[in-house]
């Protein structure tokens, strides 16, 4: 059975941090790249970071540069992202997805997704 279960998401004020995580299972991690994407009501979905099996070069998007990080450890099977000084504008949806080998910022490219955690950030 292939699973990915995100934890660590909740409710914190504006400029606090969360750690949210990604545990997976069911397929060969290894050989996967590693995407985070959030979705907000009435929103798209936008990738916000993912980070490469091979090198774990990582990419983020322009709007949490600076702010958030994103780790995996393998022999856990499991990714990070931790994000600080968090905004409102950082409520949404987060999940976790899987891409073979590399990563990309086509959703739609990824095999596998967690069913997301609900990240909120009040002013």
């Known amino acids: 059975e292939v699973q990915l279960v995100e934890s660590g998401g909740g409710l914190v004020q504006a400029g606090g941090s969360l750690r949210l995580s990604c545990a997976a299972s069911?397929?060969?991690?290894?050989?996967?790249?590693i995407g985070w994407f959030r979705q907000a009501p009435g929103k798209e979905r936008e990738g916000v970071s993912c980070i490469s099996n091979t090198d774990s070069s990582t990419t983020y998007v322009d709007s949490v540069k600076g702010r958030f990080t994103i780790s995996r450890d393998n022999a856990k099977n499991t990714v990070y992202l931790q994000m600080n000084t968090l905004k409102p504008e950082d409520t949404a949806v987060y999940y976790c997805?899987?891409?073979?080998?590399?990563?990309?910022?086509?959703?739609?490219?990824?095999?596998?997704w967690g069913q997301g955690t609900q990240v909120t950030v009040s002013s």
């Open positions: 069911g397929f060969i991690f290894d050989d996967f790249a």
């Open positions: 997805a899987a891409r073979v080998y590399y990563c990309s910022g086509y959703g739609r490219t990824y095999a596998y």
